[in-house]
């Protein structure tokens, strides 16, 4: 009961002292809101980023050629075997005629060639299709298809896939290691403002002391203050994710210029990044003056 | 019956300098005493050690059966929930009402509200400023805010009150109003030590008065009255 009172004090006194200091509070609001802000659009980039290269990479196959003596009953084990390998995620075969319809699909120029040839006279080979799990060990999986009997020729753009790998990978690094920044220039930003509201205000911490306040007394108001304040700067970051991110998701069609250049879906990802910025808004809020008080307690 | 004993108690600074040494002394219950000595004899280091700002180097301070030289800082709060503390400089929050101020002595330890609010009100009703319970600090006289501070020392029905020179920044008359208030929490029962300059009051009130001079008690007068010349 009486641990129930005062913490109902703490939080009354918390949300009092909120608007009797305001101009601190809004201090502290202000720089929780500005940096969550930042870590919020860095966040939605390194995230499109990956949701980008992930479309990259899905889109790379490995084309496997059979040689032209091979059986059907031959073609079938290949088929089988390259199945059975571990990174494949799937696999399709064409026969040459399959091929060389989708190629007059593909353009006037092929139409014209392939339909002058007799139609004995294909030199295309029959293909597999194939799309692997994981694009890091698609040179390994290249080099085991290349093993099978009758396979003539293995192709998945090397070279390219590699340099694009590289590149995706250091933008990834360097994202991520820039929003874990960002979220440390948050904690400290936001701790020092509130360090600096309660510096203003050991005054009355002093007072708290005298009159008999145990260090708990005294730091739980500043604590659930600081909750309060890292919860209220958190409100506009976040409605400018849900509502900013949804706008641009249905009014930006980067798509037209490149299949890949697509956003990723806001659902449930903004959500997930409110999460995030309420959860850093209100624990750096929380530890930020708890830690600041400490300073002016004797312990 | 004793309320304080204080034996052989020394306070030395980290600089080096001795605020207090030799110090013996008994206080009993209901005693008024004024404590009195120059600027930097060391009274003001005896009250703060009362109240256990400061911590002895040396000795005993025991205030009804506990050695608050050996309290831990941790911990200092249960002593200071038994004793009310007056300041020169009021130590008034400037954001909290009068009411406020006395009450939130009140609300750290969890008291209910209507408990709150009949002890509170009791107190301004006790230092004669229950009409201006919902004013700010800074919209009263320094008498009056002095006055606060004294309702939110004695809210908590205190066995003892430290008052630092609590008449310092106040005119003659203002003072005696002061100590008038103060006699009556005395006559209530509650033990009060008193720090201060002023002798012209010290003699008008004919209270124990205790002398202190460059860290030592240099004189216990029983009865009102010193002589003695301090700056």
Redesign the interface.
């Given at each position: 009961m009486?641990?129930f009172?005062?913490l109902g004090?703490s939080i009354r006194d918390a949300f009092k002292s909120v608007f009797?200091?305001f101009s601190l509070s809004l201090a502290s609001i202000s720089s929780v809101t500005i940096t969550l802000l930042i870590v919020a659009i860095s966040m939605v980039l390194s995230y499109n980023i990956e949701n980008i290269s992930t479309l990259i990479k899905k889109d790379f196959s490995i084309v496997v050629f059979v040689e032209n003596s091979a059986t059907n009953d031959e073609v079938k084990t290949i088929e089988k075997k390259i199945k059975n390998m571990d990174n494949i995620d799937s696999c399709v075969y064409e026969n040459k005629e399959q091929v060389a319809e989708a190629w007059k699909k593909s353009s006037d120029t092929f139409k014209v060639i392939i339909e002058s040839w007799d139609k004995n006279e294909n030199p295309l080979a029959d293909t597999f299709s194939i799309k692997v799990k994981n694009i890091e060990n698609i040179k390994e999986t290249a080099e085991q298809i290349k093993k099978i009997e009758k396979v003539s020729l293995v192709r998945y753009g090397e070279g390219i896939i590699e340099q694009l790998l590289s590149v995706l990978e250091v933008i990834e690094k360097f994202l991520i290691g820039m929003v874990i920044a960002l979220i440390l220039v948050t904690i400290f930003l936001v701790s020092n403002t509130i360090k600096i509201t309660i510096f203003s205000r050991r005054?009355?911490i002093?007072?708290?002391?005298?009159?008999?306040?145990?260090?708990s007394?005294i730091r739980m108001p500043f604590v659930i203050e600081g909750l309060f304040l890292g919860f209220l700067g958190s409100v506009v970051p976040i409605l400018a994710t849900i509502y900013g991110y949804s706008a641009l998701y249905n009014f930006v069609h980067l798509d037209n210029i490149s299949p890949f250049l697509q956003l990723a879906a806001p659902t449930p990802f903004i959500y997930i990044i409110s999460l995030i910025l309420l959860l850093i808004g209100t624990i750096v809020g929380m530890f930020g003056s708890a830690g600041s008080v400490r300073k002016y307690l004797?312990? | 019956m004793e309320l304080i004993r204080i034996k052989d108690l020394e306070k030395k600074y980290k600089t080096g300098v001795t605020a207090i040494y030799d110090f013996d002394l008994k206080v009993k219950k209901g005693d008024f005493i004024f404590v009195i000595g120059a600027s930097g004899s060391g009274k003001s280091t005896l009250i703060r050690m009362l109240y256990r700002e400061e911590k002895p180097t040396k000795g005993s301070i025991i205030i009804g059966g506990v050695d608050v030289a050996k309290l831990r800082n941790r911990k200092v709060y249960k002593l200071r929930r038994k004793l009310g503390i007056v300041f020169q400089d009021f130590k008034l929050l400037p954001k909290l009402t009068v009411y406020e101020n006395v009450a939130f002595a009140l609300e750290i330890l969890g008291l209910p509200r209507d408990e709150i609010r009949k002890k509170s009100m009791n107190a301004l009703n006790l230092v004669g400023l229950k009409n201006k319970a919902k004013n700010y600090p800074d919209q009263l006289s320094g008498g009056e805010q002095q006055r606060v501070a004294i309702a939110r020392a004695i809210v908590n029905d205190p066995k003892l009150l430290l008052c630092d020179e609590p008449t310092g920044n106040l005119d003659p008359e203002t003072s005696w109003e002061i100590m008038q208030v103060l006699e009556e929490i005395n006559k209530l029962g509650t033990t009060i030590i008193m720090a201060t300059h002023d002798k012209e009051m010290v003699n008008r009130m004919k209270k124990r008065v205790i002398l202190i001079d460059a860290g030592r008690l240099k004189q216990d007068y029983a009865k009102g009255t010193y002589t003695h010349e301090i700056v």
């Open positions: 009486k641990l009172r005062l004090r009797r200091n005054k009355e002093e007072i708290m002391r005298l009159v008999g306040a145990s260090n007394n004797k312990i | -």
